[in-house]
């Protein structure tokens, strides 16, 4: 089994070195970039951010109004529900009513 002593540590650092440097010699020969073609990446990118902003409203929009419509529709339906209070005069014909209709049918 190898000894961890066996690339000295000054072997290490030197490889480390040469790399680093071979790294940095790739970047510094990497042609620069077309500032033409800078700025059409910057153009598509803030058409792609615009265009999910957009629908990103949109979807806000619409479930704002679904929640509206959902809250408008249970108004409804509760106002539907509620039963309006009899008045005394309409409370006195149903039991004349009854009144009547269980006397007939005793006859």
Do not use: G, W
Request: hydrophobic letters at 50%.
């Amino acid at each position: 089994m190898a000894s961890y002593k066996d690339p000295s540590f000054q072997e290490r650092t030197a490889l480390a070195a040469k790399a680093r440097e071979k790294a940095l010699a790739a970047l510094a020969a990497k042609a620069p970039i077309d500032p033409a073609i800078a700025a059409e990446r910057e153009t598509a990118r803030l058409a792609r951010e615009a265009a999910a902003a957009e629908k990103s409203a949109a979807r806000k929009a619409e479930l704002a109004q679904a929640k509206a419509d959902k809250k408008a529709a249970a108004e409804a339906a509760a106002l539907a529900a509620h039963k309006p209070v009899p008045t005394e005069a309409e409370l006195k014909a149903a039991r004349d009513e009854r009144y009547a209709a269980r006397k007939n049918r005793k006859k």
